[in-house]
């Protein structure tokens, strides 16, 4: 049988494949209607491959609507068919992803980033950790509004920032040593974070809500609007910013 971890990886890579397809199909079509069909084909696909698959668990979608449900079951699948629609929809951008994560009996226990234009898909259980960064920390934030706190860090640390589009590429960006914080402050969801974190523990980062608490998923209101990923030995130095 495949594994939890296996069909994370397996399933956030097929539905990025089906994204650069529809990328192509629709290249000369408006950037609208390239994230509608974006966002509904990557949706239908996970929804049907998860219920072949898993046809226990439950699912909470971006796109979904939201079962009641899945408060009170053991396994829920936490995914995001979809993340970075603007720079889906922009021909040429490569920051945008694919999430899948597992949410089971309390804590995250896969997940899986794709990052289809980059022909990459992180995944648990083994992710290799990122190679030293520079001395000036690079703190990554939103390339049109970053939030105030994550220029705050950056002057207390001493760094320099990164813009990107998505959380997934973002935290992604992290993982792979393009960058060294991610700070993010309100507008997000459980499934902007669910597999991002999942694969940035998996890494050996330090994840933590702003205020330093445990990052918590599968509750009633699914908005979970702060978050700090880092390599572990900035993250007194972050807290010492985001938790004042």
Request: glycine share 8%; aromatic share 4%; hydrophobic share 45%.
């Amino acid at each position: 049988m495949t594994t939890d971890h296996e069909l994370a990886g397996r399933l956030a890579t097929e539905a990025g494949a089906l994204l650069l397809d529809v990328r192509a199909e629709l290249a000369h079509a408006t950037a609208e209607e390239r994230k509608a069909a974006g966002d509904k084909r990557s949706h239908e696909f996970l929804m049907a491959a998860l219920t072949a698959e898993r046809p226990d668990d439950a699912v909470l979608s971006e796109e979904g609507v939201d079962d009641p449900v899945r408060l009170a079951a053991r396994r829920v699948w936490i995914v995001d068919p979809l993340d970075g629609t603007r720079e889906f929809s922009e021909l040429g951008r490569t920051d945008w992803a694919v999430h899948v994560a597992l949410w089971e009996a309390g804590e995250l226990v896969a997940g899986a980033v794709s990052l289809p234009a980059q022909g990459i898909t992180l995944a648990t259980p083994t992710v290799v950790a990122p190679p030293a960064g520079p001395d000036a920390p690079r703190v990554v934030v939103s390339r049109t509004r970053p939030p105030a706190i994550a220029l705050e860090v950056r002057d207390a640390l001493g760094g320099t920032l990164v813009e990107m589009g998505s959380a997934g590429a973002k935290v992604a960006s992290v993982v792979q040593g393009l960058s060294d914080v991610y700070v993010h402050a309100g507008g997000q969801y459980e499934w902007d974070s669910a597999a991002p974190v999942a694969v940035a523990r998996a890494a050996g980062l330090f994840t933590s809500r702003l205020d330093g608490a445990p990052l918590v998923y599968n509750q009633r209101d699914s908005k979970l609007p702060d978050l700090i990923v880092c390599r572990p030995e900035l993250a007194d130095a972050v807290l010492a910013v985001t938790a004042g």
